[in-house]
């Protein structure tokens, strides 16, 4: 079993709905959690980090983590074609390095 | 504030030549990552610094791979001599501190190996 594990997609979607990304994972000292966007051909860009449990929202992100059950989400509201990019999950413990999900391809459709 | 910086963006070489990618991070970060991608796959750790000091390098193949970050700032990644496996994208990422949580990559270098 990978320590992080995510579904690749791909994921289509017509503009204007809710998207739901999930990961889960299996190492439970992990407090750190994060979510990056990557268009092709760039880099992981940083889009929501939580530290613990519970939810944090911005704007039309809103990320989640369940630790009891080891899972995070992220809900896209509202999702535009530029939302259209592989959805990255990342999490660590204090000192430790970032692990990643394989990431899920989304494509938001006009 | 500039985000981290890599170069080459892209490189095409023939296997068994040699290659280096040049990564300057965000000011002031004092962490710094060089991880691979592979093509539909998650970034993997290379090597972490803090400041000059190499602190993980345990996934560095380190027969044909080497880095240095000689005065804490910027660095490098060299691959000699490469493989045809070793075609990927190199990221490198920097932080404040190992312990923010926040990690910010660059571009990418895109390495082809013939």
């Known amino acids: 079993q990978k320590e992080v594990e995510q579904d690749p997609g791909p994921l289509s979607v017509p503009e204007g709905a809710i998207v739901s990304l999930n990961c889960t994972y299996s190492n439970s000292a992990f407090q750190y959690f994060m979510w990056y966007r990557q268009y092709s051909r760039k880099g992981p860009e940083l889009l929501m980090y939580?530290?613990?449990?519970g939810n944090k929202e911005d704007g039309r992100f809103t990320a989640q983590v369940d630790k009891s059950s080891k899972y995070i989400s992220l809900f896209i509201r509202d999702s535009q074609p530029s939302d259209s990019a592989t959805y990255l999950c990342?999490?660590?413990?204090?000192?430790?390095?970032?692990?990643f999900g394989p990431g899920t391809r989304l494509s938001v459709l006009p | 504030e500039a985000g981290v910086v890599q170069s080459p963006r892209y490189k095409i070489i023939e296997k068994k030549q040699p290659v280096a990618f040049w990564c300057n991070p965000i000011s002031g970060h004092n962490t710094l990552y060089w991880y691979l991608q592979n093509l539909g796959q998650g970034p993997e750790l290379l090597i972490r610094?803090?400041?000059?000091?190499?602190?993980?390098d345990s996934q560095l193949p380190k027969d044909r791979f080497s880095a240095e970050r000689l005065k804490g700032v910027d660095s490098t990644l060299k691959i000699q001599p490469a493989e045809l496996g070793d075609s990927a994208v190199y990221l490198c990422a920097s932080s404040l501190a190992l312990d923010t949580g926040e990690l910010f990559f660059g571009e990418g270098s895109r390495l082809t190996v013939l």
């Open positions: 610094y803090e400041n000059e000091e190499a602190v993980d």
């Open positions: 939580t530290y613990s449990s």
């Open positions: 990342a999490m660590s413990n204090y000192g430790q390095n970032f692990v």
